[in-house]
C-alpha cells in the first residue's frame, strides 16, 4: 500500500503538466494527413503528421506541388536516414510556390532538410522545427518575404555528394529569426562550412541567432554567418562562435550599408569582414 | 524506503513512455464555427471564441452592408482562424473589410490569413478602452492592413506583406503597443505606418516602401508619429519607437515625429533623412546614409 501511495504521489509529480504545458490535442484543422513517405501534397490547406515516418528513397519524402499550403508535423518525424549519406534525398521540397508554411517538423537523415525553391515563389514560412543529422542543408530557402524562425539545425553535413554543409541557406528577401545552428561540418574535404549563408537578401534581416559547432573541414576557412550579394541587411543580437581555426569570419556582409549591432562573435581571426559595425558588438578572437 | 525506491523505478518507466506530440490546435475551445449567413456576411454577437475550420472566402461586397465579412457587434470576441484564410471576393464592387467591429472592447483576431481586402481588419471601440488585441496573423496584398483605434490595445507578431494603398498600419488612441510585427512591401505615396497617442513601437521591421521620387516630400516618411494626438484630454503624450529594423527604399524619410516622440535603439538604414521634426534621439540608433 505504502508502494502504491509513493509511486502514485510521484507518478503525479512528475507527470503534471508544467506551466504553460499543452495538452495532446485534436486535428480537426488538417485539411488532410501524411500518412505515408513519399508523400505529394496539392491541395492548399493544413496538412498534418500523426505519427513518424520514415523512407530510404532518393527524391523528397514530402513534396508540395500547391500554393498556400501549410504542413504542421504536430511533433513528428520525418526520417531519410535509411538513405544513407550520398543520397541525393529531401525532406520537405517545395518549387515555384507561394505562402508555404513548415512548422513542428523533426526532419532528419537528408540531404536537404527543407527545401523551398523559386525565385518567383516566396512567402514563406518555416518554423519551430528541428533539423538534425541532414547532410548537406539544414533549411534552404529561396523566394521574397519569407521567415525562417526558431528552429533547431544541428549536426549538418557529411554527404558525399559534396564537400559543403549549410545550416541555413536562404535566398532572396528573408528575415531568419530565434534560429540556433548547431554543429556544421563537412565530409573531410575542404568545402564551404557555414552556419547561416544569405544570398540577394537586401534589406533581409538576421536576428537573434546562435551559430556555434562549426568545423573547419580542409583548407576552406569558416563562415558563421555570410552574407553574399545582400546590401542594407541588418544583423542584431547574433552568438556566433568558432573554432579559432586559420582565416574564419564570424560575419560577412557585402557591405558597410549592413549594419551589425549587439552581436557576441568569437573564435574567429576576423570577427565583422564588410559590414558596419553599428555598436555594442562584442569582438574575440 | 524499499517502498520509495520501487515508487522511483514506477515512475521512470511511466516516465519513458512517449509523450503526446503537440498537435495543430483543438476546436474544443470554440464558441463555435464561423460560417456566413444567407446575405454572405458573418455577424458575431455573442462572446466567446469563434473560429474557421477551413478557408474562406468572403461574400461579395456589394454595398456598405455586405462589405464587413465579419461583422463584431459584442464586446469579448476573438476570432481564431487557426491558421486558415479569408480571401476577397473578386466579385466585390465595395471596398470590403474582413474582419470588423465598432464600439466594441476586447475583441481579439489571431491566427488568420488575410488577402485581397480594402481594410483587413478595422477595429474601433467606444467611449470605453478598447483593449483590442491583433496578432500572428498574415496579411498579404490587401488595400490597408490594420485600422486600429482603441486604448490598451496590442498589435503583436503579425507579418504585413505587400499592403497596396494607403497605410499599412494605423493605430489611434492611448497606451497601445505594437511589437514585434514585420512590415515588407507597400506601393503607396504616403506613410507607411501611422501612430497616434502615446503608443509604443518595438520590435518591429519594416523594408520595402515604394521607391520615392527626386523631390523629397517630409510625408514620404515610413513611420509617422503624432503623439500630440490626445483624445481622451489627458495631457501630453510620450509615444517611443524602439529597438526596430528600417530598411530605406529610395528616396524615403524613415520617422517623422510630432509632439514627444523618443526613438531609442533602431537601426534606420539608408534614409535620406532618418528622424525629422520632433523625433527626439534617445541614443543607441544606428543611422546609416
Known sequence: MKFLASAALLALAFLLPTSGARAAESYDACTGTVTTLPFTISTPGTWCLKQDLSTAASGAAITVNASNVTLDCNGFRIDGTAAGIGAANRGVAASGRLNVAVRNCQVRGFQYGIVLLGATGGDHLVEHNRLSGNTSFGIFIEGDGSLVRDNQVSMTGGSTLTPHAYGIYARYITDIVDNTVSGVAGNGTSGNIIGIFTLNNTGGTVVGNRVHGLVKAGTTPLRGILNNQSSRMVLVRNNVSGDGSAGGVGITCTSSGSRVKDSVVSGFPTGLSACGDAGRNDITP | ?289
Do not use: K
Open chain 2, 1 to 289: 524506503m524499499r517502498a520509495f525506491v520501487l515508487g522511483i523505478v514506477a515512475v521512470l518507466a511511466l516516465a519513458g513512455a512517449p509523450r503526446p506530440a503537440a498537435a495543430t490546435p483543438s476546436m474544443d475551445a470554440c464558441t463555435g464555427i464561423i460560417e456566413p449567413g444567407a446575405n454572405g456576411v458573418v455577424v458575431l454577437d455573442t462572446p466567446g471564441t469563434w473560429c474557421l475550420d477551413r478557408d474562406h472566402v468572403a461574400g461579395v461586397a456589394s454595398s456598405s452592408a455586405t462589405r464587413r465579412y465579419i461583422n463584431v457587434t459584442a464586446d469579448d470576441v476573438t476570432v481564431d482562424c487557426r491558421g486558415h484564410r479569408i480571401t476577397s471576393n473578386p466579385a466585390s464592387t465595395y471596398d470590403p473589410i474582413a474582419v470588423s467591429t465598432s464600439g466594441r472592447s476586447r475583441v481579439v483576431v489571431r491566427g488568420c490569413g488575410f488577402e485581397g481586402f480594402g481594410w483587413a481588419v478595422t477595429l474601433e471601440s467606444g467611449p470605453a478602452t478598447g483593449q483590442f488585441l491583433v496578432e500572428d496573423n498574415e496579411f498579404r496584398h490587401n488595400g490597408r492592413a490594420i485600422n486600429l483605434n482603441g486604448a490598451g490595445s496590442i498589435v503583436r507578431g503579425n507579418r504585413i506583406l505587400d499592403t497596396d494603398h494607403e497605410v499599412a498600419l494605423q493605430v489611434s488612441d492611448g497606451g497601445n503597443r505594437v511589437l514585434d510585427n514585420v512590415f515588407d512591401g507597400w506601393t503607396d505615396a504616403s506613410f507607411f505606418i501611422w501612430l497616434r497617442g502615446d503608443v509604443e513601437f518595438r520590435g518591429n521591421t519594416l523594408r520595402g516602401m515604394q521607391d520615392g521620387v527626386v523631390y523629397i516630400s517630409p510625408y514620404r516618411s515610413m513611420i509617422y508619429v503624432d503623439a500630440t494626438d490626445d483624445p481622451h484630454g489627458d495631457g501630453d503624450h510620450v509615444a517611443t519607437i524602439s529597438d526596430n529594423i528600417l530598411v530605406a527604399s529610395p528616396y524615403t524619410n524613415g520617422i517623422s515625429c510630432g509632439g514627444q516622440v523618443h526613438v531609442a535603439d533602431n537601426v534606420l538604414d539608408g534614409f535620406v533623412e532618418a528622424l525629422i521634426y520632433d523625433c527626439i534621439d534617445q541614443g543607441d540608433n544606428d543611422i546609416s546614409p
